[in-house]
């Protein structure tokens, strides 16, 4: 075969990657991938393998290995299985640095399961898969985050609290997959006597002096003494009169409570001095790029205000010094002009949909397996918890230590549950991803333009990064697949040789 003898000899680096500990059954069938095509091809395979995110700023061991081929002095191959094995990030300089060794004639970047191979003489379309399917990747990872984010959202609509209880509560076992959290009897004259004292006055100290004295103990596995820091925030906390929080938010919870909301907020006058103020709090969101956008000749960020009914931006740093402005509107018509420069053809769109359609199948079995070992997990996990009943009922162990290790097990059972659910309701593929980052390319313009201004920062976080101002000129970073994409439009060079890979 033409191909063998091209490669016969040449230096091969293959790479395997799992994100996770829990995927590490995964390697094994990348490593024979690997070796598969290496010796189909006659290369000399060097392998590595690895549990690291596919993001930068955690990837020690992924850049201990580019360093490494980057010291080889003769030409090369880098092999990875598929596209996500490299990266999931869009912005990797790391990636960059490899594509530009590739253009350079230095190595080339073989991804077999997706059918794309990266030399000096491929042309833009393949560097622009690479974006698409780097984009496709690290949107497949967002979106699992988002599903479990959405699991965990639906409880916390239902009232039902996600985290350990605090103390004067216990979380406590239902059934084999649920569980409730009730108020701690043992501790609750204790915890009911402590807001009495605050309500009518007493300090930290005294408080805390008088629930050590009668016994309170934290409720952690060390069971410490009571301290004026766990005081000041079991006071501060809206768990004990009806409210939960998360992600910066206050929600009603179904589990009994301490105290009224008018002793939880008459406690709050009593810490004087400690009460947030928010008479003075901003919406940060009000205008485009607000938040998003900095001075390029400072550095500071660039604060809008509006004036006579326009807006403007400004520098906000520099005391004055730096005068650095420009008008929202000139920003938001040079943003139009960018988008309107994306061009892409019909027949090219489509045979991107199509390659990344036919990864979904692969995508699926993933799920399939992923499913498949949770459920072994949570059924072992559930004859674990069995088996500890059964040794508290026999006296092997105390109650309190049976709660202990049945909470820790159930709190494993709810990930697993959630990560399960996850992989359930995984209805939108990639392709849909692609197909709107493909409607987006080809209207990027019309859909700004047309959009309200939460959608249009949506947009510019898809497309463009490093927003800075310059004297009234917006400057900006290209996110792939945009940036590739614009690299096409200026080389005008979209279809792959007859002869290529």
């Known amino acids: 075969m033409e191909y063998k003898k091209r490669y016969l000899g040449i230096k091969a680096f293959g790479i395997a990657r799992v994100s996770d500990p829990k995927q590490v059954s995964a390697l094994p069938a990348q490593k024979r991938r690997l070796y598969d095509y290496a010796k189909d091809r006659g290369l000399d395979l060097e392998y590595y393998e690895f549990n690291e995110s596919a ?4 990837r020690e061991k992924f850049l201990s290995i580019v360093d490494k ?7 090369c191959v880098i092999v990875f299985d598929k596209i996500d094995r490299l990266t999931r ?18 190595l080339e970047l073989h991804f077999p399961s997706d059918g794309l191979f990266l030399s000096k003489a491929s042309p833009a379309n393949d560097y622009f898969r690479l974006g698409m399917g780097t984009v496709a990747a690290e949107y497949y990872s967002l979106s699992n985050r988002d599903n479990v984010n959405r699991i965990i959202e639906d409880r916390i609509a239902e009232g039902q ?45 005294e408080i805390a002096d008088e629930m050590n004295r009668i016994g309170l103990r934290s409720n952690t596995y060390k069971m ?5 820091a766990q005081l000041s925030y079991m006071f501060q906390n809206k768990f004990y009169c009806g409210q939960m929080y998360y992600r910066k938010q206050h929600y009603p919870h179904r589990y009994p409570v301490y105290i009224s909301t ?80 994306f061009k892409i053809d019909e ?56 709660d202990k290790i049945a909470s820790d097990i159930d709190e494993e059972m709810k990930e697993k549950e959630a990560q399960i659910m996850m992989t359930e309701e995984k209805d939108i593929s990639d392709a849909t991803t692609a197909s709107y980052l493909l409607e987006l390319a080809k209207r990027a313009g019309a859909l700004f333009r047309n959009s309200r201004p939460e959608q249009k920062r949506q947009i510019l976080s898809l497309v463009l990064s490093n927003l800075q101002v310059d004297q009234k000129r917006l400057q900006f970073n290209l996110l792939e697949p945009f940036k590739s994409l614009s690299n096409c439009a200026n080389s005008q060079k ?7 890979n």
């Not at 410490?224 to 004026?228: G, L, Y």
């Open 55 to 58: 993001y930068s700023g955690d």
């Open 69 to 75: 081929i980057m010291a080889y002095d003769k030409y």
């Open 89 to 106: 990030n869009g912005t990797d300089a790391t990636v960059d640095k490899l594509k530009q060794c590739v253009k350079d004639g230095i």
């Open 161 to 205: 609290y996600m985290g350990r209880a605090p103390i004067g509560y216990k979380n406590v076992p239902i059934d084999e997959h649920h569980s409730d959290i009730i108020i701690d009897k043992e501790r609750e004259p204790m915890i009911k006597k402590a807001f009495e004292m605050r309500l009518e006055g007493f300090s930290l100290k």
């Open 224 to 228: 410490t003494k009571i301290t004026k």
């Open 262 to 341: 008018e002793e939880y907020d008459a406690i709050q006058e009593i810490t004087k001095g400690k009460r947030r103020n928010y008479a003075h709090d901003v919406h940060k969101n009000e205008y485009l790029f607000n938040g998003i956008i900095k001075c390029a000749c400072c550095g500071c960020s660039m604060s809008s205000y509006e004036k006579k009914g326009h807006i403007y931006l400004k520098c906000s740093g520099g005391h004055g010094i730096c005068r650095n402005h420009a008008s929202e509107a000139d920003l938001v018509t040079q943003v139009e002009s960018i988008l309107d420069g």
């Open 347 to 402: 027949s090219i769109a489509e045979h991107i949909s199509a390659e990344i359609r036919q990864r979904d199948v692969h995508e699926f079995e993933v799920r399939e397996a992923t499913r498949k070992s949770l459920k072994n997990e949570c059924q072992i996990l559930a004859r674990r918890k069995k088996v500890l009943y059964m040794d508290r009922l026999d006296g092997r162990i105390t109650i309190d230590e049976y």
């Open 494 to 500: 979209w279809l792959p040789r007859s002869d290529s």
